[in-house]
């Protein structure tokens, strides 16, 4: 077994679950504010006029800036912790939100995006550095736990559309405002309990650092792990964006829906994937973390070839089966790279969620311009195959299931 060379921030050996279902709940509200974007995308395709690969472009311009930014506030985290770097992030989602619900153009939503995608970047790495940290000996669970309360923010996104959205207009947004003045109270709770731990990790003079579950890796064999697991995550970020902003259009072309019953469709994929994100890292825990996640690569590739082509009924139980296995390695790919980089938690938390973020951006922008030049649903029969890269991680090393307590005292 490995051992990290340099040292985790956590204290406890056992789960703090209020601290756990906390930081969960606040990941729930940030992501639901970032839901607002997408769900916004039908009003202002109607209203505005915006074109799919203008709304390629706000997509981008929200998970660019999570993405580009997340790995650096973790490595910077990494460097010196930043408890209260948490609910300054949910303030600049809360001024995003402002700006999103009463830009009157273009490019003022465009900025109003940057500011959450930047309340976005500061959350992500800093909440997953809190999860971890209370995780104690269940770091699958924990993670589970904390990506969950995400994807069921994101899974409100079809949600806000049909019900806020669509009856409100854009200044609908402007709701969520309280949604991220509760997060930013919360979030200085949290923050108290971050740096307390921090300080008696500084009293005490001591600190425990993670054992990997990984066997003894080459520096190579490490970077090569950690370049299967991007790519993984590429395939996956790209085609559930595909599904969240773009797939709505679809149903209302092929299948004649409204934008209201074409949305609760979209509900069902993230619901369930919001399940499949919390079943798989207790099934890490238990049956190895590679192992969950081939079987999160493995089943999706041929119900989603079927999808372009069949009818309506298919559909739905094509998009619950594709949605509960696709997202079942979501907090597991996180804990993974944690694992064969034990001694950066938060770079690697940074790097794989932000990168999430990142390759949704360039396959939002790169699905408008497709959707714009060669139709919607030649659009979406090229994008079914984007699971099967997923594929190359039928060769990441093989995890350890660990027997013993995660962490030593140094």
């Known amino acids: 077994m490995t051992t990290a060379k340099t040292t985790s921030s956590s204290m406890v050996s056992n789960p703090v679950y209020p601290i756990i279902f906390a930081i969960s709940g606040v990941h729930l509200l940030n992501d639901s504010i970032q839901s607002v974007i997408p769900a916004m995308f039908p009003v202002l395709e109607k209203d505005l006029g915006l074109t799919f690969t203008q709304l390629g472009l706000i997509a981008f311009a929200l998970n660019m800036v999570a993405s580009v930014l997340q790995p650096v506030v973790g490595y910077l985290s990494d460097l010196k912790p930043k408890p209260y770097s948490l609910p300054f992030g949910m303030t600049a989602s ?21 500011f959450i995608g930047l309340g976005s970047a500061i959350f992500h790495p800093e909440g997953s550095r809190v999860s971890f940290m209370a995780a104690g000996h269940k770091r699958g669970l924990s993670q589970s736990i904390y990506q969950v309360g995400g994807n069921t923010g994101q899974a409100l996104a079809p949600l806000i559309s049909a ?58 064999q490490i970077g090569v792990a950690l370049g299967l697991l991007l790519m993984i995550i590429f395939a996956r970020s790209i085609y559930v964006t595909n599904i969240t902003s773009f797939y ?55 119900l989603c070839l ?22 079942l390695s979501f907090s597991v790919t996180v804990v993974y790279a944690q694992e064969l980089v034990p001694s950066k938690i938060g770079t690697m938390a940074g790097l794989t969620v932000g990168l999430a973020f990142g390759m949704g951006a360039i396959g939002a922008v790169v699905i408008g311009i497709l959707m714009d030049h ?22 990441l090393p093989r995890d350890q299931k660990m027997t013993s307590e995660p962490y030593i005292s140094k």
């Open 94 to 114: 809360f001024l995003g939100i402002l700006g999103l619900a009463f830009a009157p153009e273009y490019w003022m939503i465009l900025v109003s995006v940057i």
């Open 163 to 220: 019900f806020i959205l669509v009856p409100l207009g854009q200044r609908g947004a402007a709701l969520f405002l309280l949604v991220a003045a509760l997060g930013i109270f919360i979030l200085m709770k949290i923050s108290a309990w971050y740096k307390a731990q921090l300080e008696q990790e500084k009293l005490l003079n001591r600190k425990r650092v993670l054992l990997s579950s990984m066997a003894n890796l080459t520096k190579k």
């Open 248 to 302: 709505i259009f679809h149903l209302i072309e092929s299948y004649g829906l409204t934008i209201q019953k074409g949305q609760l469709i979209i509900f069902l994929f993230l619901a369930v994937g919001a399940v499949g994100t919390f079943f798989g890292g207790p099934w890490a825990d238990k049956f190895g973390r590679k192992n969950v996640i081939v079987l999160s690569l493995l089943v999706p590739v041929p």
């Open 306 to 327: 079927l999808l372009p082509y069949v009818p309506l009924s298919a559909v739905i139980v094509l998009l619950i089966l594709i949605g509960f296995f696709i997202m």
């Open 374 to 395: 060669i139709g919607i649903y030649t659009t979406m029969i090229i994008i079914s195959f984007l699971p099967i890269l997923g594929l190359v991680g039928l060769a």
